[in-house]
């Protein structure tokens, strides 16, 4: 909630201070927001302190993800430990990461072109597909195995 409530914020402060066109047409507003600060002779140009920031944040997300994944595929591989899979699925993702998206025109090409039919895909239809099946499915008898 928080988060959303300084998302919010920081979207209003682009559309006042840049105006609405230019909040638009650019990639990363909110750093050309923090280029605009200046208070007096004392606190200028704050946008290193805004990118120190951000790459703090985007890291902790990353790691967060990360162990997500590392997480879930040792349960679905039914593996007591996850810590042998980090190494294997860090280097996947490494690799992964160059090849992807190369730079941020790429980025805005698949963003507008491929974007909604994977996420419709994989995000809305698969999930309801399995969904609906579950709902059919004949519930399974557990077994005790602790007689």
Known sequence: MIGGIVIFLITILCVLVLGHDMTA??????????????????????????AIIWFITI???MILHF??????????????????????LGMILVALSLVVF??????????STT???????Y????????????????PKKKINIFK
């Open 25 to 50: 047409r650019n990639a990363f507003p909110s750093y050309a927001l923090a280029k605009k600060v200046s208070l007096g002779n004392i606190i200028q140009r704050i946008e290193a302190i805004i």
């Open 59 to 61: 890291f902790y997300k």
């Open 102 to 111: 190369p730079d941020t025109v790429y980025s805005g090409i698949w963003n």
């Open 115 to 121: 974007w909604l039919p994977y996420v419709l895909t």
């Open 67 to 88: 162990y997500g994944a590392v997480l879930g595929l040792a349960q679905i591989l039914n593996l007591k430990d996850y810590r042998p899979l980090a190494l294997p």
């Open 123 to 138: 995000g809305f239809f698969l999930p309801l597909l399995l969904l609906i099946v579950s709902l059919f499915q004949k």
